[in-house]
């Protein structure tokens, strides 16, 4: 079991920047490979960025290239997300997850999660 708890979300301006984080516990963090997703009302879950467990490796959505990544730090067990420029459209519940996925297909699928955190809700104001 990995439990995972975000923290860092909020209110905030357009064009602000905020760095959301992950606290990974449990069986042994730094064995997956963890990811970051968003999910907007009434929008599916989109992904955002994921990280090989040794952190060598990182995938970002093309679409938000540029103005996000990620990165991972295992002594602390800590996952992060650096968001910057935000926009309005980037206003959503923004989830933390870990798969044992090794391959580009499977850390970056909703699908492929094998555990989530509950979520912290980042609110980009015009």
């Known amino acids: 079991q990995v439990q995972l708890v975000e923290s860092g979300g909020g209110l905030v301006q357009v064009g602000a920047s905020l760095r959301l984080s992950c606290a990974a516990s449990g069986r042994t963090p730094s064995n997956y490979a963890m990811a970051w997703f968003r999910q907007a009302p009434g929008k599916e879950r989109e992904f955002i960025a994921a990280i090989t467990g040794s952190g060598g490796f990182t995938y970002l959505s093309n679409s938000l290239k540029g103005r996000f990544s990620i990165s991972r730090d295992n002594v602390k067990n800590m996952i992060y997300l650096q968001m910057n420029s935000l926009k309005p459209e980037d206003t959503a519940l923004y989830l933390c997850?870990?798969?044992?996925?090794?391959?580009?297909?499977?850390?970056?699928?909703?699908?492929?999660?094998?555990?989530w955190g509950k979520g912290t809700l980042v609110t980009v104001s015009s």
């Open positions: 997850a870990a798969t044992t996925g090794t391959n580009r297909a499977s850390i970056t699928a909703v699908g492929t999660m094998n555990y």
